[in-house]
Nanobody, 115 residues
């Protein structure tokens, strides 16, 4: 089992920044990929950004140049730095870990971008 705990969400004005954290614990060995997803009201959950065990990253076109995924292996934590936030970035953000073909999800953290 892998446990994921997200933090760092909140209310921010358009153009502002937030950094989300996802701390992994439990059986974290052999985690292949970790990533951030988001789900806005009435919409499907969508990929935001991922990082592989080898450190490769990829992100959705809508956030490229604004969001950056990174990790601190010593802390077993993945981050999502979000800059130049827009109202359309408002959603619940979820952390996901993929380990040996099994997906694990965090509980989600709310990000609201509004003036």
């Amino acid at each position: 089992q892998v446990q994921l705990v997200e933090s760092g969400g909140g209310l921010v004005q358009p153009g502002g920044s937030l950094r989300l954290s996802c701390a992994a614990s439990g059986n974290i060995f052999s985690i292949n990929v970790m990533g951030w997803y988001r789900q806005a009201p009435g919409k499907q959950r969508e990929l935001v950004a991922i990082i592989t065990s080898g450190g490769q990253t990829n992100s959705a076109g809508s956030v490229k140049g604004r969001f950056t995924i990174s990790r601190d292996m010593a802390k077993n934590t993945v981050y999502l730095q979000m800059n130049s936030l827009k109202p359309e970035d408002t959603a619940v953000y979820y952390c996901k870990a993929l380990r040996v073909g099994v997906s694990y999800w965090g509980q989600g953290t709310q990000v609201t971008v509004s003036s």
